[in-house]
């Protein structure tokens, strides 16, 4: 006995122009029927929430599917596999396409030469195809804009939820960060770690998705801009702040990679405020209420 509901999208150029667009969503279980040999010509992420199958590579050797695990589709690829025909299983499953997979795939959020994934837990991207399908509703005018956004998230999710990975990253990525400020070259990061530069690569990129070059660059930039943004600091004393002596290379850096010099960005974003900002995000739900003009308290 199986149980299977699906609806299929045709979204319009305009949508595919959002980088992503869902082609198809569905929710299945039980024994359901095996799936190929097939080839598609768009990527597919089927989330398996419960029970266990395998999955048969283009060569013939199987791979068991222990839930919960992801199943990795992509486009071109042969593909065949099915359930256990005793005890099934329970699926969730997205078709999407655009041209944003490139860089999702090279940021390795996409992993078509790892077709099965373990996961750590199933529930936060289940989630998020539930929502899919609940937009999937007959006449909802922003059915194609919801789904697209689904699809970033989703893959957010399945990022998250690997079992491979911890969910926020490599504890490299955050001695990384503590000491991105530091006037430190990559190979001084790698030999502090006992690593050498090829291995400190090797480990950023499998938890980040870039080299440590630019996983440090963007920590720097973007307290940078905070610093531009919110205090009256001269260019030259942020770039102390941010780990670069020479204020003439972070502004080239800076205007480089942000695409406007730093002193127009502090035009631009300027927003002084008197002993500093905040580091802690505001909770809508502890903001104090404020008093009604007139009204005295005792």
């Known amino acids: 006995m199986h149980h299977t509901w699906m609806r299929f999208f045709t979204p319009g150029p305009a949508h595919h122009r959002l980088g992503l667009v869902c082609l198809g969503v569905g929710l299945q279980h039980g024994t359901l029927p095996t799936v190929g040999p097939r080839v598609l010509d768009h990527h597919t992420a089927v989330v398996i929430s419960t029970g266990g199958g395998h999955y048969l590579h283009p060569d013939g050797r199987p791979t ?5 695990a992801l199943l990795w589709l992509t486009p071109g690829t042969p ?3 099915a359930p256990d025909p005793t005890t099934g299983w329970d699926e969730g ?3 999407f396409t655009g041209p944003a997979t490139a860089p999702y795939t090279e940021l390795g959020y996409i992993e078509p030469d790892r077709p099965v994934v373990p996961l750590t837990d199933a529930t936060a991207p289940r989630a998020v195809i539930t929502r899919m399908a609940r937009a999937a509703r007959p006449g909802n005018p922003l059915l194609e804009v919801e789904t697209a956004a689904a699809v970033h998230e989703l893959l957010v999710a399945l990022r998250r939820a690997r079992a491979d990975l911890t969910p926020d990253g490599h504890p490299v990525l955050h001695s990384l960060a503590r000491d991105a400020f530091k006037p430190m070259s990559v190979a001084d990061h790698a030999a502090r770690h006992g690593m050498t530069p090829a291995a400190l690569r090797t480990a950023v990129r499998r938890g980040a998705g870039c080299s440590p070059k630019d996983f440090l660059l963007g920590i720097r930039l973007g307290h940078a801009k905070e610093l531009l943004a919110t205090t009256e600091l001269p260019v030259a ?3 102390r702040r941010v780990g670069y002596l020479d204020p003439a ?3 080239r850096l800076f205007t480089r990679r942000v695409g406007t010099p730093p002193v127009r960005f502090r035009a631009q974003q300027g927003r002084t405020v008197p002993g500093g900002w905040s580091e802690r995000i505001p909770d809508p739900a502890k903001r104090p209420t404020p008093r009604p003009p007139g009204r005295r308290t005792t």
Request: charge should be negative; charged fraction near 5%; avoid cysteine.
């Open 64 to 68: 068991p599917v222990t839930a919960p």
């Open 79 to 81: 593909h065949h596999y």
């Open 93 to 95: 499953f997205v078709d």
């Open 237 to 239: 004393a942020v770039a």
């Open 249 to 251: 290379y972070f502004s």
